[in-house]
């Protein structure tokens, strides 16, 4: 049998291993596609908390979401209005778009924000 998937690193040992094996080379294909392109971490939060890089904010209640205090050059974090309750995004010291905070009012509502270390502030896409 030809190796069409060459980075896959377990071998075929029959037949009966065929199905196994090409389930296992699509799936480290998918994991190298994934870390190539920064799947974010989900998490439903409904008061204060801070974020990371990398994470899917659904809030909730009114929560009040701090952006980290230190962020890597690059980082996003997508924050989701989850309730239609008006929640918050502070800057934690670096603005956002040129403001200290930024709200979000309408359920459903999400913004995608970068980090960009050459201007030292978040940015909404």
Sequence with gaps: MTDLLPHTTQ?????????????RAWMEMVDSIIATLGIFTSITVDSGYTALGGEFINAKRSAIISLPLTPNEGSVIIVRNGDGSPITIKGNGKNINGCS???ICRQGTALVIHYFIDSN?????
């Design 11 to 23: 071998p075929i040992t029959n037949e009966d291993d065929t199905a196994s094996y090409e389930m």
């Design 101 to 103: 905070e930024a709200k």
């Design 121 to 125: 502030e978040w940015l909404v896409r």
